[in-house]
């Protein structure tokens, strides 16, 4: 069987991808981390890369089932949108402690 | 030109003439569990320091850690403005002013809004109208006008405005009651 080439593999560039669609993304977080890179410009370059991974069918399933979209290219979109462009803020700021005093106000 | 008249007409003045009241706590948006988990959040500014003082209340530290959060233009530069009130005297100034301005550094620029002009005629009328139904002084006049422009930001984004600011969000919820807001307490 004939290998793959390297360019087909680690990501040789094709024609531009469909434009996103976020109503193709049932969660909420993907669809707000779509939004934010797209925001920012991150989204939308001419041109598209395949990339190929071997990767645990369970793993797959699960994160398939938690986004909730049917084809790979739909579910990888989702686990990078969230990993690039989710949301931290929240989640920052409610870990940081009491690192202002009790009686600390706002003067303004 | 739209058909839409101006936002800032929403709002007739002459129809304010009486002192408001404010309405008991069963009346107004506490319930963190009426709040779709899937809504955008927009912090005021008591959030951040309450969080930061380890005093919100622990639901509502968990919606935060699991929500998508917007910050309001409006709110930061209230931090903004009291990093440069701060007494240089204080010894406790410059720890004070670094976990404020850490708070500004983390906070995106893509994920905060600024209120639109049209948000801020509509929050000068709302705040114009308190400010003589409630007869506030010209210190409180500036402050609600503060309160108004990031309640109107919340609306602008879709999200809903997490506030401990109950009085002034009362009385805007009154004139402007289709604004999405969660209030709570700060814990002891």
């Not at chain 1, 977080?29 to 797209?38: C, E, M, P």
């Not at chain 1, 001419?46 to 069918?57: N, T």
């Not at chain 2, 839409?4 to 002459?14: G, K, L, N, S």
């Not at chain 2, 000068?124 to 500036?142: C, F, M």
Request: hydrophobic letters at 45%; zero cysteines; glycine letters at 6%.
């Amino acid at each position: 069987m004939a290998q793959p080439s390297p360019k087909a593999v680690t990501g040789g560039r094709s024609k531009r991808p469909a434009a996103l669609k976020l109503s193709a993304f049932p969660t909420p977080r993907v669809r707000h981390a779509l939004t934010f890179l797209s925001a920012k410009g991150i989204l939308g370059q001419a041109g598209s890369r395949k990339v190929s991974a071997r990767l645990d069918p369970g793993l797959l399933e699960a994160a398939r089932a938690k986004i909730g979209v049917d084809n790979d290219t739909d579910l990888l979109t989702a686990a990078l949108a969230i990993a690039a462009g989710d949301d931290e803020f929240g989640g920052w700021l409610v870990t940081r402690g009491a690192r202002l005093p009790a009686d600390f106000e706002l003067e303004f | 030109m739209s058909s839409e008249p101006a936002p800032f007409r929403r709002i007739d003045p002459a129809r304010h003439t009486r002192t408001l009241a404010y309405r008991p706590r069963d009346q107004l948006p506490f319930d963190v569990a009426a709040v779709p988990r899937e809504a955008m959040l927009m912090l005021d500014t008591t959030v951040y320091i309450d969080a930061q003082k380890a005093r919100l209340p622990p639901e509502l530290a968990a919606r935060l850690a699991g929500q998508e959060t917007v910050h309001s233009s409006v709110a930061l530069g209230e931090i903004a403005a009291s990093i440069g009130l701060l007494d240089p005297a204080h010894a406790g100034t410059p720890s004070v002013a670094e976990v404020l301005m850490e708070t500004l550094d983390k906070a995106d620029p893509e994920r905060t809004m600024a209120p639109s002009s049209a948000a801020w005629l509509e929050a000068s009328i709302l705040s114009g109208v308190l400010a003589r139904t409630q007869h506030l002084g010209k210190d409180a006049r500036r402050k609600l006008l503060n309160d108004a422009l990031v309640f109107l930001s919340a609306n602008e984004a879709g999200a809903v405005l997490v506030s401990r600011n109950v009085k002034d969000i009362d009385l805007l919820l009154q004139l402007r009651p289709g604004v999405r807001v969660l209030l709570y307490d700060q814990t002891t």
